[in-house]
């Protein structure tokens, strides 16, 4: 049974139902004080109200797509919300600005870059978001530090485990723990 953000009055008693849901992110940064900026974005995340349950290593990434730049860290937390998740990626995005996030161009440099993976069971696919994210399974930065944490999360579409994803993943990109 599925319950939503709300109230419900009981015989004069009025009690808040609060629906929090597991959500996964990755988080990466190639620019300045790379370990830094994400810890700065995670506590925002925090600071409004995501709260994280577990976070993996951080891990030091080989780029990909554009290979010439610096290497990344990334990481991946599980963390819970009640944010709907059209508004989790609206302050997500608000965040990475506040941290100082420019846009250079598509899989270029940044201070930080903060992804919704995984947001409970849901599918979700429109024009500026999608969820699970399209490219996880593709994305060994992403598949190692998720299955460190949580092996055995199943994909909502391609049914299969973290672990079965990592295990499968072609991209040799190096992805080493910190």
Same mark, same amino acid.
């Given at each position: 049974m ?5 109230? !419900?009055?009981?015989?004069?008693l %009025? $009690?808040?139902?609060? /629906?929090? &849901?597991?959500?996964y ?11 830094e ?16 349950t577990k ?25 819970e919300?009640? !944010?709907?998740p059209?508004?989790? %990626? $609206?302050?997500?995005? /608000?965040? &990475? ?8 161009y598509?899989?270029?440099?940044r201070?930080?870059d ?11 696919d429109?024009?500026v ?28 579409? !391609? ?11 072609k991209d ?7």
């Amino acid at each position: 049974m599925r319950l939503s953000f709300g109230r !419900l009055q009981i015989h004069g008693l %009025l $009690i808040t139902v609060n /629906n929090m &849901e597991k959500v996964y992110f990755c988080l990466g940064s190639n620019v300045g004080n790379k370990r830094e900026n994400m810890e700065k974005a995670m506590k925002m995340m925090e600071e409004e109200g995501v709260r994280i349950t577990k976070m993996s290593k951080f891990y030091e990434t080989q780029p990909v797509e554009v290979v010439h730049q610096d290497w990344f860290v990334n990481a991946v937390a599980e963390a819970e919300t009640d !944010l709907e998740p059209e508004k989790l %990626l $609206i302050m997500l995005k /608000n965040i &990475e600005s506040k941290v100082g996030r420019k846009f250079t161009y598509r899989w270029g440099p940044r201070i930080v870059d903060v992804d919704i993976l995984i947001y409970g069971d849901r599918i979700v696919d429109t024009s500026v978001l999608t969820i699970p994210h399209k490219l996880m399974d593709q994305r060994r930065f992403v598949l190692e530090p998720l299955a460190e944490i949580a092996p055995g999360l199943v994909h909502p579409v !391609l049914k299969k485990t973290v672990k079965e994803l990592l295990n499968e993943c072609k991209d040799m990109a190096i992805v080493s723990p910190l």
